[in-house]
């Protein structure tokens, strides 16, 4: 169920910062657009993360930890798409769906570490 909720919540994030992305892809450079639209797409995920998907009150160390891990992921994601556009030759509109596609298993265990702390065998059987 909760796997679930963060694949909807997932898709509703990707969807919005996608059509920015789309946006401001007519005022600045991809990198950009991707770089703010990401950074727009950490505080909405982070905010669907915690009251919705994860059920838990927004805290110092949630608020910390999850930017974190996902300025890993925004590494990750800039280099890949560099190498999508540039060397693979994908259009730059459709290359950020296959970062965020490959991301998302990442990033959905890194976030459930987050704001469940340690996987318990009892919280893996619940979630299969």
Known sequence: MIFSKFLIAGVLNTLLTYFIYLG??????YVWA????YAIGIVLGYFLNTKWVFKKAANLRTATVYPLSYGFNYLF????LWYLIETVKLPKEIAPLVVVTISVPIMYLFTKAIFQGKLSHETKKNNQ
Do not use: F, N
Request: hydrophobic share 65%.
């Open 34 to 37: 991707y770089s703010l639209t």
């Open 77 to 80: 994601g800039v280099v890949m």
């Open 24 to 29: 401001l892809l007519l005022l600045m450079p």
